[in-house]
């Protein structure tokens, strides 16, 4: 088996959407002023960087992050390849066209490439997952989605009045848990691969920073 990660790092300044406020690390002890340890906290929103969407997230009252059976955060996926331009859906016949079509209980990870964007900003104009691909994913029992942009939803400037994420609602009504801000995943695009995205446990959290990685079968490339 081979390992690729497949999520961004944390730092302060790092990009994130302009509601939430600045990724912060602070020093609470230095061995260089005379303490025993080094020791550093860090200061950051939920939705900041590569992390895992809980329902909770669109949904009042559903599961937090740490409700969550472990189980939920790791599986067989297919990794879509996706070609779309700013502003367009990204449709079912995409996803199908872009890799194997998932099975019953198969992750879905949609790799657009728009992760090589992310220190631009550039990175906030991109590609949406359709509401039909949202609800096709529901039906076909898909327990997990992940997207290597900010968000599966339209980006901010392109929102209308009223706009209510029907992506996030769709899909986290149903309990399919949402990865945000992947990257790597042109390098397993069209595969079939094995995902582990295990978020922080923060109890009651509507999300939980992640490190994923997925797992590649080192002599077939990950098909089957």
């Not at 025993?36 to 906290?41: C, E, F, M, R, Y």
């Not at 939705?47 to 329902?55: E, L, R, S």
């Not at 980006?155 to 992506?167: K, Y």
């Amino acid at each position: 088996m081979a390992l690729l990660d497949i999520s961004h790092q944390l730092w302060p300044g790092m990009p994130k959407i302009p509601i939430l406020p600045e990724v912060e690390r602070h020093q609470v002890a230095s061995i260089a002023d005379g303490a025993p340890l080094n020791i550093s906290a860090i200061t950051l929103a939920l939705h900041v960087g590569t992390h895992i969407d809980a329902p909770a997230h669109a949904v009042d009252g559903a599961k937090t992050i740490d409700e969550l059976p472990i189980e939920r955060f790791a599986g067989s996926a297919v990794v879509a390849k996706v070609d779309r331009k700013p502003g367009e859906e990204i449709t079912v016949d995409d996803v199908l066209a872009g890799g194997p079509a998932p099975e019953r209980g198969e992750f879905l990870l949609v790799a657009t490439g728009w992760s090589e964007k992310f220190l631009s900003g550039d990175y906030a104009d991109h590609p949406s997952l359709s509401p039909e691909l949202a609800t096709w994913c529901v039906e076909q029992g898909v327990p997990f989605v992940g997207v290597d942009m900010i968000t599966p939803d339209l980006p901010v400037h392109r929102r209308g009045a009223g706009f209510d994420f029907p992506v996030h609602r769709t899909l986290l009504g149903a309990e399919v848990l949402i990865a945000e801000n992947l990257t790597n995943l042109d390098a397993v695009a069209g595969q079939r691969v094995h995902v582990h995205a295990y978020p922080l446990a923060i109890r009651g959290g509507d999300a939980g920073p992640a490190r994923v990685v997925v797992e590649t079968l080192a002599e077939t490339g990950g098909t089957r």
